[in-house]
């Protein structure tokens, strides 16, 4: 039951450095998200994708890109990592509908200098 | 916007007390609530959720009912233990395009023997 699976669980970039989240789940839901937590502040969504072949800002874009490579997978990319995105990185997935809950990865804990 | 409120921890209570954890929201719509729990270095997992007026969601010992009319779904534990203690996010999800869910900004519980 391996769920929702995150890579790498730490990482430390430079200013200026580019990289690469991945995610993966095996329950075969339609939607994934990426959320991002900080101290005080909740989790903020910064993409989601509700189907295959789609993807949506969320609340805290600017930054990021995102690829849904199939139904299985959503990576998130910083292209060039500033301190402000210093923060533990979630994905998520649910099936189709409000009431359905979120499933999560363990996150990746990012540290930016 | 649609929007989660909860009480400010963290809170700290002995074993065997009872917890209340307050939430309230804002939201467009009929959204569907949520409680989830996040242990120390893991992700979050649902705790109970409830998908319209008046439900009462329960499991492991906590309960939180809908209310509509106070716009609220606070979290109750009639005894906690030492185990409980965890950061407690509410969340609502509402359908806007695709299916988005907005948490509040978690509260933390200690609980001593």
């Known amino acids: 039951n391996a769920g929702v699976t995150q890579t790498p669980k730490f990482q430390v970039l430079k200013t200026g450095q580019s990289m690469t989240l991945q995610c993966a789940q095996d329950?075969?839901?339609?939607?994934m998200y990426w959320y991002r937590q900080d101290p005080g502040m909740g989790l903020r969504l910064i993409y989601y994708s509700a189907s295959e072949g789609t993807t949506d800002k969320g609340e805290v874009p600017n930054g990021y890109n995102v690829s849904r490579l199939n139904k299985r997978e959503f990576s998130l990319r910083l292209e060039s990592a500033a301190p402000s995105q210093t923060s533990v990185y979630f994905c998520?997935?649910?099936?189709?509908?409000?009431?359905?809950?979120?499933?999560f990865g363990n996150g990746t804990r990012l540290t930016v200098t | 916007g649609d929007s989660v409120t909860q009480m400010e921890g963290p809170v700290t209570l002995s074993e065997e007390a009872f917890l209340t954890i307050n939430c309230t929201y804002t939201?467009?719509?009929?959204?569907?609530l949520f409680w989830y729990v996040q242990y120390p270095g893991e992700g979050l997992q649902l705790l109970l959720k409830?998908?319209?007026?008046?439900d009462k969601g329960s499991n492991k010992g906590f309960e939180a009912t809908y209310r509509k009319e106070t716009t609220s779904f606070h979290l109750e534990k009639g005894s906690v233990q030492v185990s409980d203690s965890a950061v407690y996010f509410c969340?609502?999800?509402?359908?806007?395009?695709?299916?988005?869910?907005?948490f509040g900004a978690g509260t933390r519980l200690f609980v001593k023997a």
């Open positions: 329950m075969n839901h339609n939607s």
């Open positions: 998520a997935s649910s099936d189709r509908g409000a009431s359905s809950p979120l499933h």
């Open positions: 409830a998908t319209k007026a008046d």
């Open positions: 969340a609502l999800s509402v359908n806007t395009g695709g299916f988005k869910t907005i």
């Open positions: 939201a467009t719509g009929y959204p569907s």
